[in-house]
């Protein structure tokens, strides 16, 4: 089957008008996507996204639209053959490794998943299953094992899967009825106490019993907050916060240092996203607190996984779908933190980030850790009529999905409408609300 | 000063036909600059550029694009009064920081250099001079503290910028007559033993007495190379390696363990770019050595810079004049070298990158560290012919630059030639030798 086209579509969506997302940096962000489609003369169409927050979507749409030069005319049987020889020919190219991560390993990305995509349709499997029927050697020869073998050997992490594929079969049987366990953001820091509540009440009603809350500017508010919502939520279910790099080193410990009488579960994002030693600092200054820190969706490449995760400075393992290199370099990141006993939690929201996720989640559970005892997987309750395969949800957990690839079908509609800037959502905006001129006085 | 208009030039040097540049990674670079020009109705031009090695300079020069519409109508008095207004305005961009490092940093960089050079031309200075001329306190306060404050206090800052102020006038005096002391690049991978030593004599015969060589694929060769490269230069010169990033941590141990009989004052890039922990663990494996590890070119953001420098995990500060968000980020990283007594030595090379270093070599040793004992500054002797004012250099030095800004006017007829795709250079070579589709096997 070979790659005959490719189309990028900058879609965002105006989020921003009633606050959801936001935090103390996106203060109002649009939730956005450059969707991939990759055409073949099979049939089938390979898809991904790369979520952004609106701005810039169209920096990581030109990328792409450079780098899928090189594969429209390649067939889908040379990527099955050996995954990592794209992952290199993109990731290695000799010229464009030079712009480093970022926009680079996410265009990168967006080719390499939705090769995944495509190859899990040819099977007609979705992406986990996929995955899960990967052989432990094959799934070893996908990673660029480069810069990782400080902290995972190739014959480690053959080990793990060989180990986990002893009680696969169960391990899938058991999840096919009900797929990984979720939790919700539902305290965005643009909203009211009150609006975050009835949120998490429909949520409890739903079946959910882990929530994160979003803090960061102000310790005294963020502190009334967390006991708001602990009275509201009692002390058996789950609590967590988020604070998305907004602190230094200094502050971070300051603030942390107050959340002790409230019975978290992690603490995320205290401080920026490559302060390694920080995560380093802060996990053994607060050592003795019930929660641990976490963090990865903004992990920019598989080498600051390996350090937080063989230095035991996250105690839960954040992957991000869209920010690395695609597939193989999550696989790398998964095994990883199967090896130092860290919970894949992945990060979701966006747009269908939730839909490529539980994919993940499911891999991990099944065929990597093997268990389901300490993961919870991101669910984010909007921007789902975006696809024509929403994610479902079912007692608090996710429903196995079953559509084929990623099940990353968009609407035609929802395309068509929130294209940017040409689409009837953007086409009438004021120009103040669009893009990069959409600003905030910084702080 | 009004700015009036913004335009961004693809300019790329076919410099891969003759191997130049090369090094296990970046096989066949093209020397490259995304080139800023910013127009104002004051009869200056504010001039920036971000150095790449081919393709993937149109992933930037897009960027940049997108930024310039932001600071279009702005005055250069808004500027001056607060540079780190901008630096947030960018930086903090509440949907485009998002995109993180690597080409949207480099972006908001461009701007911020522009911006930069605009302000020393309005006050006929050249760039080292202007910031020479700063008081403290206004330095202080160009720099985003929000991730640095654990390694460097604005209150530390302002006394090691008081402390180098007592003896200013003496130290620029002295660096008027003779700019920053320089080494030379000149054992290219691509290259023969032959050909290399043809250079370096060359180079030594100008006064150079400090020489970098590339390693990395072949252990043996590169022990070879390096006592041919000591025998040839004698006990009395400095003599770097740098392995561009090419080995895991295990094998960076290996290779270098094989450094001790040669002398080396430094091995720069034996790990990736964002593995500071492997930084530490090398730094403390081979501390009995009289090299010390070097890194910075590739160090995504001042937190990267913050963690080697904290933990003494580099013995030298590579900072490079694009890689980061413009003056004000270096401003950090230097202030950050000199409390931990780390010497900063630039990167230079690429298409003026030296024509920019050369400033910061100035500033360092007059106004911050406020000595020249430990420093060298990169020097690449090659595409000088691409600027109107080459850097010029004397007895292996830097001749203390005097064109008013960074000196960076290009030749109009250089730009015309090598425009990408249009220009002359470009539109006439084979497709398969030009951006992305110039392409290598990976390893």
Not at 188 to 209: C, N, P, Y
């Amino acid at each position: 089957m070979k790659i005959t086209s490719a189309k990028v579509i900058d879609v965002r969506v105006p989020t921003s008008d009633n606050m959801l997302g936001s935090d103390p940096f996106h203060k109002a962000p649009d939730y956005s996507s450059a969707v991939l489609h990759l055409e073949t003369d099979g049939g089938l169409r390979g898809v991904s996204v790369v979520f952004t927050v609106g701005a810039g979507t169209d920096w990581i749409g030109h990328g792409i639209q450079d780098l899928v030069t090189l594969i429209v005319g390649s067939t889908l049987e040379e990527f099955c053959e050996a995954p990592v020889k794209l992952y290199r020919r993109l990731n290695d190219h000799h010229q464009l490794r030079w712009l480093h991560d970022g926009v680079f390993r996410m265009a990168c990305g967006a080719i390499i998943n939705a090769m995944w995509d495509l190859w899990a349709k040819a099977e007609k499997k979705p992406l986990w299953k996929l995955l899960v029927d990967l052989e432990p050697e094959f799934v070893v020869g996908c990673i660029d094992w480069r810069n990782l073998k400080d902290a995972l050997t190739p014959e480690e992490a053959l080990k793990i899967l060989e180990k986990a594929g002893e009680i696969k079969v169960d391990r899938e049987e058991a999840m096919s009825k009900l797929g990984p366990k979720a939790y919700c953001t539902a305290g965005w820091l643009g909203l009211s106490d009150e609006a975050i509540l009835a949120t998490v009440r429909k949520l409890q009603e739903e079946g959910f019993d882990a929530f994160k809350v979003k803090v960061g500017l102000n310790s005294s508010e963020d502190v009334a907050r967390l006991k708001f919502m602990r009275e509201a939520i009692g002390n058996d279910q789950s609590l967590m916060v988020d604070a998305n790099q907004f602190w230094g080193v200094g502050e971070a410990k300051e603030h942390v240092s107050n959340y002790g009488p409230f019975g978290l579960k992690w603490v995320e994002e205290p401080i920026a996203r490559d302060d390694v030693l920080g995560y380093v600092e802060l996990s053994e200054s607060f050592k003795e607190e019930s929660f641990q820190f976490a963090c990865g969706e903004h992990a920019a490449s598989p080498v600051i996984f390996k350090q937080l995760l063989k230095r035991r400075a996250v105690g839960y393992c954040q992957i991000d779908a869209v920010r690395v290199s695609g597939v193989n370099d999550v696989m790398a990141i998964i095994l990883m933190a199967a090896k130092f006993g860290v919970p894949v939690c992945p990060h979701g929201g966006g747009i269908a980030l939730c839909n490529m996720i539980q994919h993940y989640g499911m891999w991990d559970q099944i065929a990597v850790s093997g268990h389901s005892e300490t993961q919870l997987v991101e669910y984010i309750d909007f921007l789902q009529d975006a696809v024509e395969q929403p994610v479902r949800m079912k007692d608090g957990h996710y429903v196995t999905p079953e559509a084929p690839g990623w099940g990353l079908e968009f609407r035609e509609e929802f395309l068509r409408d929130h294209t940017f800037p040409g689409g009837k959502i953007w086409s009438s905006r004021p120009k103040e609300k669009c893009g990069v001129h959409f600003e905030f006085e910084t702080d």
